[in-house]
């Protein structure tokens, strides 16, 4: 029972992390909080599923069309939709009330096309929903494959962006807008390429869940609300702590469910993040000032 | 400049107030019927509308228009039915407000409810203010016969949670007494209208049927892995399992129960299984599973009614409000043509005493419900969701145990 536990829980928590990751890179570095995260990513569950349902695509293969798309997309957005707002910005804060509302704008344009092209019925399709057995305990090989993704993708990017010079150029941007053209860092540009990657990982993370959730053109905020939260949570703009406060999250709320009660989950993801929110304000793994 | 524009105004004004008033003295004979609807387009509800409600709209709209309207014996002719539709966002102030709107500013003849229970609710006083019949086909509720006598304009189609919880126990007795359950059972439900008033009302009558409840908890909306739950419900050693859920976590306890092997000989669970995205999604892993509703095998009409639904949304109605909805449509358009005119009182009237040809066969409503018109409990057994309760003709035999997943 415990190790049961212990493997959904991890699981869970390997999704919650996926679908948070690309938001933490948007809000992180680009500095956009973007509201509309969660319909982006039903619109590339939407992509899998129609490249799955009509084309007969592996939404594996899927992942190869979709993710480098809504890199485009993401991209496209910021330069023409974003950085009017960036450049206007006299500061860090009125930039991300500005994102907020216009972000929040592009959420019902997303939500409408969506309705118009797919209705608001449910959907779901059936890939790799066969059990895996580890340690023991069996989960979904699709469950598997999206904490696999999420590790993968966590681990990686941390590693890109500590290692790296590129990497350590999107840090500068991130830690400190202002002085980073001083060492000859194009602000602008590094922030439209981090917010690009930020979409592109929504989409992975989009494409992944769809093969295990069921879903409609309605329901992204309930993926936004669970992204902000692990990414506050794991420390704005920090992939690691992105990638931990996800699986925290996971392990705690299946350890609820399973040994006191599943009604219960709710409360406890929005205790532990009341309890983060007052011992760190900063996140787990962020820094205190800005 | 000012003024020259402001008398061009004017006399457009004047023109369109002569033509309006011209309209209206020519009105005796209505150039067509307002039906208004107010329902979830967006919003957590918009899943259930838009396969349950809205596909049926559009289907009885397009059908009566295509006969040339409806036929108003009062004036000797078929009027055609124009229709006004508000998105209510899931949310029922928006509902309530949409409703005022047709009834005050759009002036419409009649009203479709909106979806679920909740908002059926919310809007019911509106109804009833203005006096326009409510049809309501996708509320449960218990209150239902309360409702009924409180606002008589109200119809509820889908009847009480008590009504599925008694013709599931029963069938449960029957085959606890044939010894193929055990007497214990695990329920979930989730911790929303739906869930909790069928929850209730189970575990009153699980109770009294002298079944042990194993396992019972609920869970909350938007709950993404129920995977901890299934696993309690498999080591509570009940036979049976029973989850009053809602579409995407009947979907995911499904999937989850197929990749944990665990295959209750009773499966039963929530709304969904009858949609039309169950069986594409689970194909013959359907066999054995239960679940509200359900349709009868041999009944051609409902099979034509399946048809013209695909044929016009390319996909399958759901296999438990849809037909019942479609028939309440039937009645409304039997009822109207019987009074012959917009009498919305006597449409009411007609509503509550007549008997209606539908596609679920003769209807006589008592007390604003229809009684056994239609399964309560379905299962699906070799590709077709089939009504195994309440005993009575009709009804296929239930099959217990549920066969193993096929992975």
């Known amino acids: 029972m415990f190790v049961a536990a212990v493997t959904s829980g991890l699981v869970l928590g390997g999704m919650y992390a996926l679908i948070a990751m690309g938001l933490t890179l948007q809000y992180g570095v680009a500095r956009i909080m973007n509201l509309a995260h969660g319909e982006l990513m039903i619109a590339a569950a939407f992509a899998a599923l129609w490249l799955f349902s009509s084309a007969a695509v592996n939404p594996l293969l899927g992942l190869l069309l979709v993710v480098p798309a809504a890199f485009a997309i993401s991209w496209a957005i910021y330069r023409l939709l974003l950085t009017p707002l960036v450049r206007r910005a006299p500061n860090r804060d009125a930039l991300e009330v500005d994102s907020i509302l216009a972000t929040f704008g592009m959420l019902f344009v997303i939500q409408g096309v969506m309705l118009v092209m797919f209705g608001g019925a449910y959907y779901s399709y059936s890939f790799l929903a066969f059990p895996v057995t580890i340690a023991g305990a069996t989960v979904a090989a699709n469950r598997l494959l999206a904490l696999a993704f999420a590790a993968v993708i966590g681990l990686g990017l941390y590693l890109y962006l500590t290692r790296t010079r590129l990497g350590t150029a999107v840090r500068a941007v991130a830690v400190d807008p202002n002085s980073a053209p001083l060492v000859a860092i194009d602000v602008r540009a590094t922030a439209a390429l981090a917010f690009a990657f930020g979409g592109a990982l929504v989409a992975a993370g989009g494409v992944l869940v769809s093969m295990f959730l069921t879903f409609n053109a309605n329901i992204g905020v309930v993926f936004t609300m669970k992204a902000l939260i692990v990414v506050i949570m794991g420390g704005v703009g920090n992939l690691l702590g992105c990638l931990l406060a996800g699986l925290i999250l996971g392990l705690a709320e299946t350890f609820v469910a399973t040994f006191v009660d599943p009604g219960l989950t709710l409360a406890t993801t929005y205790a532990l993040f009341l309890i983060i929110l007052l011992v760190r304000p900063q996140g787990l793994f962020g820094t205190a000032s800005r | 400049m000012n003024r020259g524009r402001s008398l061009f105004a004017g006399t457009l004004a004047c023109a369109i107030l002569t033509l309006g008033l011209g309209g209206a003295v020519t009105a005796q004979e209505p150039a067509s019927i307002k039906v208004g609807y107010a329902i979830s387009k967006t919003g957590p509800n918009a899943g259930g509308a838009n396969i349950t409600q809205i596909p049926n709209y559009q289907l009885w709209v397009k059908e009566v228009n295509d006969k040339g309207g409806l036929m108003l014996k009062s004036i000797g002719k078929r009027v055609k039915i124009e229709v006004i539709e508000y998105d209510d966002r899931s949310n029922s102030e928006e509902a309530v407000r949409a409703v005022e709107r047709l009834i005050t500013q759009d002036k419409v003849d009649l009203l479709f409810p909106p979806w679920g229970t909740g908002l059926n609710l919310a809007v019911g006083p509106v109804f009833n203010k203005y006096g326009y019949p409510q049809l309501a086909f996708s509320a449960v509720t218990d209150r239902a016969p309360e409702l009924a006598k409180r606002w008589p304009n109200s119809f509820w189609f889908l009847g009480t949670s008590k009504q599925y919880v008694d013709a599931l126990v029963d069938l449960l007795s029957q085959m606890r007494k044939d010894g193929k359950i055990n007497d214990s059972i695990a329920m979930v439900s989730i911790a929303d209208g739906f869930g909790i008033d069928l929850s209730k009302a189970a575990r009153e009558g ?82 054995g599973i239960m679940s509200l509703g359900g349709w009868q095998a041999d009944n051609k009409a409902t099979a034509d009614y399946r048809a013209k639904h695909k044929a016009m949304h390319n996909r399958d109605p759901d296999y438990w409000g849809s037909q019942v909805g479609y028939s309440s449509l039937q009645m409304l358009e039997q009822a109207i043509e019987r009074v012959g005119k917009i009498d919305r009182e006597a449409i009411i009237k007609e509503l509550q005493t007549g008997t209606f040809d539908t596609v679920i066969g003769k209807i006589k409503l008592d007390n604003n419900m229809p009684v056994k018109a239609f399964p309560l409990i379905g299962q699906w057994q070799k590709g077709f969701y089939t009504g195994v309760a309440p005993a009575g003709p009709g009804m296929a035999a239930v099959v217990v145990p549920k066969p193993a997943w096929k992975q």
Not at chain 2, 210 to 222: C, E, N, Q, T, V
Not at chain 2, 226 to 252: C, H, I, K, M, N
Request: proline fraction near 9%.
């Open chain 2, 206 to 287: 699980f109770e009294k049927a002298k079944f042990k409840l194993a396992y019972d908890k609920s869970y909350p909306i938007g709950t993404q892995d129920l995977s901890p739950l299934l696993g309690e419900a498999q080591r509570s050693g009940a036979d049976t399992f029973v989850a009053f859920s809602y579409p995407p976590d009947t979907v995911a306890l499904t999937d989850q129960a197929k990749v944990a092997s665990f295959a209750p000989k009773v499966m039963f669970l929530g709304v969904g299984v009858g949609f039309p995205l169950y069986p594409q999604r689970f194909g013959e892993n359907t066999e």
